[in-house]
């Protein structure tokens, strides 16, 4: 009796596995296409231009320009980001416009974390490593160009009645606004940080002070992705990363084990699931912008 019991009590537990199996397939990622970007169609590469790296483009791998590289595959990830957003903002369509103001959001957390956590962590980390405190100084100024135009990004996102007032072109004019400002950052930041190799008091290789440094720079790129959000900004960063540029050089970055990317991406990313229809990439390769 109580065996029979026992059963009956484990059976609603054994149907709903496969529905919530089914349940997760549908919601996530993992069934993305990488459909080919097409030459009459625009891609995620403009209007901001992406940023080759340093290492691929003088070969050097010293600590500063690893750094700066793995910072340019980060900003690059955010320029997809934006250009997705810029793309496609005209072309939603009224089902879709709830679903694209999360993605637009979820890159505004995206660079506003990132911005604030290098202003608080990794710029006084390097200014204490190499003695200089002065070494950002363009670089705040930079940040500060940019900071009026992504907060009215925030606020009219946050401010619409209802999604079916969203406007797409609005939007657009929005992001123009501070789209030079932005781009030229990106861009200066990482021969900023490419340049550091030749600062006098710059690390020699093999010293430990080197070893600390790279220690700081690797601790840094880790977190700072990951504590800005696991379920949004984690798959929108993994789901705009293009794995092909630079001969491919790049297919495996981030170096995180394959099992905990997949789960990073359709575990994680299964939460806001309609968010990453507007992705730029899919398993590292491009595909076609959804709304365009």
Not at 87 to 112: C, N, R
Request: hydrophobic share 40%; proline share 7%; aromatic share 12%.
């Amino acid at each position: 009796m109580n065996e029979e019991r026992r059963r009956l009590l484990n059976r609603p537990i054994l149907l709903a596995i496969p529905i919530l199996i089914g349940l997760f397939i549908t919601r996530s990622p993992l069934l993305m296409t990488s459909t080919t970007p097409t030459e009459s169609k625009p891609w995620a590469d403009a209007p901001l231009k992406l940023i080759t790296t340093p290492q691929y483009e003088t070969g050097n791998t010293d600590i500063f320009t690893t750094g700066a590289t793995h910072m340019a595959l980060l900003h690059n990830s955010i320029f997809r980001g934006y250009n997705s957003i810029y793309q496609q903002a005209p072309h939603v369509k009224e089902i879709d416009k709830f679903d694209f103001i999360g993605y637009s959001l979820t890159w505004y957390k995206f660079v506003k974390s990132h911005h604030d956590d290098e202003e608080v962590s990794l710029f006084t980390k390097v200014e204490d490593v190499l003695g200089d405190k002065t070494i950002w100084e363009e670089t705040h100024k930079e940040h500060a160009a940019f900071l009026p135009g992504l907060a009215e990004f925030e606020k009219y996102l946050t401010t619409l009645r209802s999604a079916k007032d969203f406007s797409g072109v609005e939007l657009q004019r929005i992001m123009s606004s501070f789209q030079e400002p932005f781009e030229m950052h990106f861009h200066s930041e990482i021969s900023t940080i490419a340049n550091l190799a030749n600062h006098p008091n710059a690390p020699k290789p093999g010293s430990p002070e080197e070893a600390n440094a790279s220690l700081t720079f690797k601790t840094w790129g880790k977190s700072t992705v990951t504590k800005a959000g696991t379920l949004d900004v984690v798959p929108f960063f993994l789901l705009n990363l293009d794995g092909t540029v630079e001969g491919g050089m790049w297919a495996n970055w981030p170096p995180i084990p394959a099992p905990i990317k997949w789960g990073l991406v359709n575990i994680g990313g299964a939460y806001h699931n309609r968010w990453w229809k507007f992705t730029s990439c899919a398993g590292g390769k491009p595909r076609q912008l959804y709304a365009v």
